[in-house]
């Protein structure tokens, strides 16, 4: 992951408002009510000490899966991106990926129902050493009781982490697309809740004539099983701050999500996508992969032209089947 130092720093400096002892305890309470799997997290917390703590322990891992999303959507989409909009900002994590990732001048239109939001992102935009290069606009939406009028459509939407916080899937993938000029961006945690979302974010699309620019090899019924779900995992270093908020000692985490990017127009997508941590063995290397054949696991030999690729590929890579 690339997140850049001054943003870092930025975040450093404005966890450094409270103790790690504070931060701890209301990232214990946070992460407490994502586990429980109840639709409040940072929406509901009016206290600043909470949305420094999401800020802190949660900003660089959603960080981390918008990132590693966009390196899977092929560049001729990203270079028509001028104008994005984000649903459910929070702390801002999806815009600054984005302003990352992407080299043409942008400008982002964040939407949430939480001041905290817009102060947070005032904070780390003023950091930034961005300029004229990008540019900002926030407002204020209950994104349950549609989007504002005054919006146009976007060459982008975002929405990261947020639908699960809501009651009206429906209705806000509805507007999304609606507001969507080249592609919509979806991401949910990587877990059986998150992934359902997608799923059924993915149904519903497709049958209003969306088409899949990633992670999907296809845009046929989902393959994967009931029982299972469909994520992959970005790596976020730990920063000394992180570690003493979430306890850890290691010096990263794996940050586990799932997502799908739908495009207004057909892509050539890849042949397959690369579903588990490949397994390296003695002869061969052993992948899972979704196909448009659906779900399968390939054997790629020694004595395989893809032998070496094999080696050197990733969980959520895309695969060219021969
Ligand atoms: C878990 S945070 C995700 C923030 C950010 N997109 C990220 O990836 O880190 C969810 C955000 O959605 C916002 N949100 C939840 N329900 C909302 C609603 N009904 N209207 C507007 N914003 C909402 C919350 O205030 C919060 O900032």
Not at 115 to 142: G, R, T, V
Not at 226 to 232: D, E, L, M
Not at 260 to 282: K, M, N, T
């Amino acid at each position: 992951m690339s997140i850049p130092l001054w943003l870092m720093d930025a975040v450093e400096e404005r966890s450094s408002l409270h103790s790690p002892k504070k931060l701890a305890l209301a990232y214990s309470v946070l992460n407490k009510t994502y586990k429980d799997n109840r639709a409040t997290s940072v929406a509901s917390s009016e206290n600043d000490l909470f949305w420094d703590a999401y800020l802190a322990a949660r900003f660089p891992a959603t960080y981390g899966a918008v990132e590693k999303a966009l390196d899977e959507i092929p560049q001729s989409i990203l270079a028509k991106i001028q104008t994005v909009l984000d649903i459910g900002t929070g702390t801002g994590a999806a815009v600054f990926a984005m302003a990352q990732a992407l080299s043409q001048k942008i400008t982002f239109t964040c939407l949430d129902q939480e001041a905290q939001s817009q102060e947070i992102m005032d904070f780390l935009w003023q950091k930034s050493p961005y300029e004229d290069n990008f540019a900002f606009h926030w407002m204020n939406c209950d994104i349950q009781k549609g989007l504002p009028q005054s919006l146009e459509t976007y060459d982008a939407v975002v929405c990261s982490y947020t639908l699960g916080e809501t009651n009206s899937i429906q209705k806000i993938l509805e507007d999304a697309w609606n507001k969507t000029r080249h592609i919509f961006i979806l991401i949910e945690p990587g877990t059986m809740p998150g992934f359902s979302i997608i799923k059924k974010a993915r149904e519903f699309l497709c049958s209003q004539g969306a088409f899949i620019a990633a992670p999907c090899p296809h845009n046929d019924p989902c393959p994967m099983e009931h029982g299972n779900w469909c994520h992959f995992s970005a790596r976020i270093p730990r920063s000394s701050c992180m570690r003493k908020i979430k306890g850890g000692e290691l010096g990263y985490e794996d940050e586990k999500f799932s997502y799908c990017a739908f495009v207004r127009e057909s892509i050539d997508c890849p042949s397959a996508r690369i579903l588990r941590h490949p397994q390296i063995h003695g002869g061969h290397v052993s992948l899972q992969l979704c196909t448009k054949q659906g779900i399968q696991d390939c054997l790629v030999s020694k004595k395989n032209s893809q032998y070496k690729k094999a080696r050197k590929s990733s969980w959520g890579d895309s695969w060219d089947m021969p």
